[in-house]
C-alpha cells in the first residue's frame, strides 16, 4: 500500500466522521422541529455524498427513469461493502431507510439521529420477535413516503460472489402491497473491501431496474418475487463484472 492510499484513506476517515457528526446533529435538530420535514432527506445524501466525495469516488447511475418518486418500494440489492450505503442513500431516485444491525445503534450520536431519521433497528439476537418489530417500523416508514432498503443476501458478499437470497424483504412487499424494486451495485468492493482498513478512488455502477409488480393475492408470492428479483440482479450484476473487466 502506498503512502498516497494511506493518506487517501486517513483524509476520508477523518471527513467521514465529521460528516457524521454534523449530519447527526443536522437531523437531530431537523427532526426535533418539523417531523417528516423534507430537509432530513438532504442530511440523508448530503451524508453519503461527504464518504462518497472525500474517497474519490465516481457513481454512474443507470435506470434512474425508471422510478416514480412519488412511491414507496421495498428496494433490493446485493451487498458488496459499508460504501453500498453509502452510494443508496445518495444515488436512489427516492427517500429510502436501511434495517440496520444493532450494533450501529449503539454508537453515541449516530444512533440518536439514525433512531430520529427512521432507520429501522434489527437485533438478530432477538429470536422470532424481530419480525413483528421490523414489519411495525417498516409499515410507519412506508407511512411517511419513504421506501424500505434491505439486503437479502443478509450480509456482505464474501469475495463478490452473489449469495442466495433470504425472503424477509419479500415478505414485508407481499404484506405491504409495495411493488420490489431491485438494484444492482458494481464497484464497492474495490473502493472498501470488507476487512480492509484502505479505502480507495474508484467508479462505482448502480443499476437500478424496473420495479416487480407485487400480488398479495398469491400465496407463493415472496418466492417469485425473491427469484425474480435475484435473477434481475444476478443478471446485471454478470453484465457490470464484464464491463469493468
Known amino acids: 500500500m502506498t503512502l498516497r492510499a494511506a493518506v487517501r484513506s486517513f483524509f476520508t476517515l477523518i471527513a467521514g466522521v465529521v460528516g457524521t457528526i454534523f449530519c447527526s446533529l443536522a437531523a437531530l435538530i431537523v427532526s426535533a422541529m418539523r417531523p417528516g420535514s423534507p430537509l432530513l432527506e438532504q442530511v440523508i445524501r ?3 455524498m461527504v464518504w462518497i466525495r472525500a474517497a474519490g469516488v465516481r457513481v454512474v447511475v443507470e435506470g434512474a427513469e425508471k422510478v416514480d418518486p412519488t412511491r ?3 428496494v433490493v440489492g446485493n451487498h458488496l461493502s459499508a460504501y453500498d450505503i453509502m452510494v443508496h442513500l445518495s444515488a436512489l431516485p427516492v427517500p429510502v431507510r436501511f434495517l440496520a444491525k444493532a450494533e450501529l445503534f449503539r454508537i453515541p450520536l449516530f444512533a440518536q439521529a439514525m433512531r430520529a431519521v427512521g432507520m ?11 419480525h413483528k418489530q ?19 443476501e443478509g450480509t456482505r458478499a464474501r469475495g463478490g ?4 437470497f433470504k425472503k424477509g424483504a419479500f415478505t414485508i412487499a407481499v404484506d405491504n402491497g409495495l411493488d420490489v424494486l431491485p438494484v444492482t451495485i458494481h464497484g464497492t468492493l474495490e473502493v472498501w473491501q470488507p476487512g480492509r482498513r484502505f479505502i480507495n478512488p474508484g467508479v462505482v455502477h448502480l443499476v437500478i431496474s424496473a420495479p416487480i409488480e407485487v400480488n398479495p393475492g398469491d400465496p407463493r408470492e415472496a418466492e417469485r418475487l425473491r427469484d425474480t428479483s435475484r435473477a434481475e440482479i444476478a443478471a446485471n450484476y454478470e453484465r457490470l463484472r464484464a ?3
Open 72 to 74: 414507496s418500494y421495498v
Open 161 to 164: 460472489e452473489l449469495a442466495p
Open 120 to 130: 429501522i433497528e434489527v437485533d438478530r439476537t432477538a429470536g422470532a420477535s424481530i
Open 134 to 152: 421490523v414489519s411495525r417500523d417498516a409499515r410507519s416508514a412506508i407511512a411517511m413516503g419513504r421506501s424500505i432498503i434491505v439486503y437479502p
Open 46 to 48: 448530503t451524508w453519503g
Open 243 to 245: 464491463l469493468v473487466a
